[in-house]
């Protein structure tokens, strides 16, 4: 089945720097990568998702870039800001969602 | 609002027992998931039900049961037989399911405690 590996699981960054957030997949058929953000005692939300005829999608300060080849995607975010302080996850669907183990940001001002 | 709705949201079991845990949707979306959270892991998936009076297990159903008799509800009960039960379980939907590329929505979570 499917296997989503996440790296780093803690990223500190200065307020204004960027973030860059991988993740790796097993299967080639996963054919949809969400990534999702979740605040302290809140369920995940959606920030941005790519579909495998894509290989970038940007969103404001949030990009995301999709490599099929090496089975590999990753998030950016520019110009951090404390507000993007949050756990990180990735995700990969074929038939279902699995979800990587996630990534801490903290933003220091 | 439209949204995801699970309550509640701190619930504590006994050993032995039996506890419910609700997910209401009111987004008129086909499927709907029940998710474990353990520190440090990913979201890992129980149940997930693509239409009224279906469903399906995920890759750790044993333990927990679910019922799908109404489209916007998606109850989870953990049962006896689920041994290490502490966790933060979330639920979401979904317009559709299956191979489908729509994205899942997630409620805010129950925290479940063994006393």
């Known amino acids: 089945g499917e296997n989503v590996e996440q790296h780093p699981s803690t990223l500190s960054v200065q307020e204004g720097d960027s973030a860059v957030i991988k993740c790796t997949y097993s299967d080639s058929a996963s054919n949809y990568f969400p990534w999702y953000k979740q605040e302290l005692g809140k369920g995940p939300q959606l920030i941005i998702d790519?579909?495998?005829?894509?290989g970038e999608k940007k969103d404001q300060r949030i990009a995301v870039t999709l490599n099929k080849t090496a089975k590999h995607f990753s998030l950016h975010i520019t110009e951090t800001q404390p507000e993007d302080s949050a756990v990180y996850f990735c995700?990969?669907?074929?038939?279902?969602?699995?979800f990587g183990t996630g990534t801490r940001l903290q933003v220091f001002p | 609002d439209g949204g995801i709705t699970q309550s509640p949201k701190y619930l504590f079991r006994k050993e032995g027992q039996n506890v419910t845990l609700s997910c209401e949707q009111n987004l008129n979306h086909d499927a709907m998931y029940w998710y474990r959270q353990d520190p440090g892991q990913g979201l890992r998936l129980i149940y997930y039900?693509?239409?009224?009076?279906?469903?399906q297990k995920g890759d750790i159903a044993e333990g927990y049961s679910v019922s799908r008799e109404k489209k916007e509800s998606f109850p989870l009960t953990v049962t006896s037989a689920q041994k290490n039960p502490t966790a933060f379980y979330l639920c979401?939907?979904?317009?559709?399911?299956?191979?489908?590329?729509?994205?899942?929505?997630f409620g805010d979570g129950t925290r479940l405690s063994i006393l």
């Open positions: 790519i579909r495998s005829n894509v």
């Open positions: 979401a939907s979904s317009i559709s399911g299956g191979r489908g590329n729509q994205p899942q929505h």
């Open positions: 039900s693509q239409i009224v009076n279906d469903f």
């Open positions: 995700a990969a669907r074929t038939d279902k969602l699995i």
